[in-house]
């Protein structure tokens, strides 16, 4: 049908050292189940469902850092395991092909970001000095 069944997007906030993520399914889920990212080498504890809306059901959470590294080094193949309102188990495949590329570079550029300085006033144009405000 082309319809989206699954979206899961991960970021990293440097001043928590943490990882965020997101992760969306179709409505029809038994809310109380929660879903669970399962790869070779990892399978998640149970997240539950932050909200639905008529676009889906969302995972909305902070992820610690050692899951996000277990998914960076599991193999090319993962899902999320759902349970429809009728107690049908569901497995939601995605491929983990680049990902732990893509999360390390994502993580130190996030890092460096978080240490640049602010950046400085532009000083106008001509290298004048800004008119000063008028005084009242």
């Known amino acids: ?81 759902i349970v429809a309102d009728g107690g049908k188990p569901i497995d939601l495949n995605f491929s983990l092909d680049g990902f732990a590329a893509a999360h390390d570079s994502m993580v130190a550029q996030n890092k460096a970001k978080a240490k640049e300085p602010p950046a400085a006033p532009a000083a106008p144009a001509g290298g004048e000095a800004a008119p000063a405000a008028p005084q009242q």
């Open 1 to 81: 049908t082309r319809q989206r069944v699954l979206s899961l997007s991960l970021s990293y906030i440097p001043k928590m050292d943490r990882h965020a993520i997101m992760i969306s399914v179709p409505l029809g889920v038994a809310l109380q189940k929660g879903l669970i990212i399962q790869t070779d080498n990892f399978t998640s504890q149970p997240f539950r469902f932050r909200q639905c809306d008529r676009s889906g059901c969302f995972v909305q959470m902070l992820l610690d850092n050692a899951s996000a590294q277990a998914l960076a080094k599991s193999g090319p193949e993962a899902k999320v395991k």
